[in-house]
């Protein structure tokens, strides 16, 4: 395991603290785990960026009548009986 200092805004701090003393948890953890929640959503939307980037690079594009349907499912007013 790698150890390492941050340095945090007052105010960030004390919320960590107040976090880790309500899940009797250290600060340590709570910071650990909040770092290892970032890098996983990051990564994974890091990933989706570039593999939408090599579809758009190979020609790989939703169709007008895609794109319309799609829209169309989003923006439908439900209508009243």
């Known amino acids: 395991m790698s150890a390492f200092t941050i340095r945090l805004p007052d105010d960030v701090a004390k919320k960590l603290d107040a976090l880790a ?3 009797d948890r250290s ?9 290892g929640d970032f890098v ?9 960026i570039e593999a939408g ?6 020609g790989d594009f939703a169709t007008d009548a ?3 349907a799609t829209i ?4 439908q007013r439900k209508r009243r009986r």
Do not use: F, G, H, M
């Open 40 to 48: 996983t959503r990051e990564a994974w939307q890091l990933a989706d």
């Open 21 to 23: 003393a309500k899940l």
């Open 72 to 75: 169309a499912k989003y923006t």
């Open 27 to 35: 600060r340590s953890y709570v910071a650990a785990q909040a770092i």
């Open 66 to 68: 895609e794109v319309a």
């Open 53 to 58: 980037l090599r579809e758009a690079d190979q």
